[in-house]
């Protein structure tokens, strides 16, 4: 039997969680900012959307599960621990084993995310102990 893993990639904008995520898992990773991408590849961010958004994401990473895919990654801030416990469920539901990393790198924001939304990620962040 294989080990089926799944990564929580967690951190701040431009802490490197996308480029981990696809490096963990070049074909099967995931994050809510997929949401936004046209089909021209633009990213087009629209917070009134965020909702579908992780919707989304948790809706694919479900289905790759459901497929047997053995090692998947979803990359998403994670800023709070709650935001992580409908993929720790899935988890359990589909038999992953879950390693969480955080990145804790500053690279920049490919988003272009400003300052200000950054220092209110940073002030509700939630450590894991």
């Given at each position: ?51 579908k958004a992780h919707h989304y994401c948790q809706t694919v990473v479900e289905n790759a599960m459901q497929t047997g ?61």
């Open positions: 039997m294989k080990n089926k893993t799944l990564y929580i990639v967690r951190g701040l904008p431009g802490s490197g969680k996308s480029t981990l995520a696809k490096k963990l898992c070049p074909r099967d990773a995931y994050e809510a900012d997929d949401w936004f991408v046209d089909h021209d590849g633009i990213y087009k961010f629209d917070p009134s959307q965020l909702g895919t053995d090692q998947i990654a979803v990359s998403n801030t994670f800023s709070q621990l709650w935001e992580m416990k409908p993929y720790q469920e899935l988890a359990r539901r589909y038999g992953y084993h879950v390693s969480i990393i955080e990145c804790q790198n500053d690279f920049g924001s490919i988003h272009n995310v400003p300052g200000d939304a950054i220092e209110k990620m940073k002030a509700r962040w939630e450590a894991i102990e």
